[in-house]
T-cell receptor
Framework: KNQVEQSPQSLIILEGKNCTLQ??????????LRWYKQDTGRGPVSLTI?????NTKSNGRYTATLDADTKQSSLHITASQLSDSASYIC??????????FGKGTMLLVSP | GAVVSQHPSRVICKSGTSVKIECRSL??????MFWYRQFPKKSLMLMAT?????????EQGVEKDKFLINHASLTLSTLTVTSAHPEDSSFYIC??????????????FGEGSRLTVL
């Protein structure tokens, strides 16, 4: 069964600090891996999309990495801001349309 | 960027009534749209895949007669919760995969619709 496991489940960091969220998957055949940010009560917003050949992709203060051999991805947030408080969801696509969602990491940035 | 619009964003209804939620892709066409349900502090659960011009594909455990899906055009899918009960109260989110325009291939989510059944 295809699975996407995210860790940690929740995280609290001080404003200005960096953090790294992890995503391990067993989805096969792999098509792409996406990181989404979901604010409470809102729909998810795409941060990055990574294909098999991409190792690193940045979007502002967000940097995603992908190791297709070990089937691991990480999302690094630099110089965190209060507005980064949200749920971060890792989604892996199998083939053309089948998506497997992780349970998300709830990040709280405190002042 | 591409936008997926959901309406209404919040709805409160009485038990036994039906509620329709719309999902529109505003600047791209989407043959396929997806409907999810999300409980508090939980991840999205795929309910069904909506296919333009054909019947929706429902995930195991999702009642097709309870959650009616219609995908009448390349930019609109609707989810109707029939004979709603309090246990149907939830956050419903749609997504659409862009098949035209500058974001072809990307998946965009709507803002979600919070349903409260009294």
């Amino acid at each position: 069964k295809n699975q996407v496991e995210q860790s940690p489940q929740s995280l609290i960091i001080l404003e200005g600090k960096n953090c790294t969220l992890q995503c391990n998957y067993t989805v096969s055949p792999f098509s792409n891996l996406r990181w989404y940010k979901q604010d409470t009560g809102r729909g998810p917003v795409s941060l990055t999309i990574m294909t098999f050949s991409e190792n690193t992709k940045s979007n502002g203060r967000y940097t995603a990495t992908l190791d297709a051999d070990t089937k691991q991805s990480s999302l690094h947030i630099t110089a965190s801001q209060l507005s980064d408080s949200a749920s971060y969801i890792c989604v892996v696509m199998e083939g053309y349309s089948t998506l497997t969602f992780g349970k998300g990491t709830m990040l709280l940035v405190s002042p | 960027g591409a936008v997926v619009s959901q309406h209404p964003s919040r709805v409160i209804c009485k038990s036994g009534t039906s509620v329709k939620i719309e999902c529109r892709s505003l600047d791209f066409q989407a043959t396929t749209m997806f409907w999810y349900r999300q409980f508090p502090k939980k991840s999205l659960m795929l309910m069904a895949t909506s296919n333009e011009g054909s019947k929706a594909t429902y995930e195991q455990g999702v009642e097709k007669d309870k959650f009616l899906i219609n995908h009448a055009s390349l930019t609109l899918s609707t989810l109707t919760v029939t004979s709603a009960h309090p246990e149907d109260s939830s956050f419903y989110i749609c997504s659409a995969r862009a098949e035209t325009g500058g974001h072809t291939g990307e998946l965009f989510f709507g803002e979600g619709s919070r349903l409260t059944v009294l």
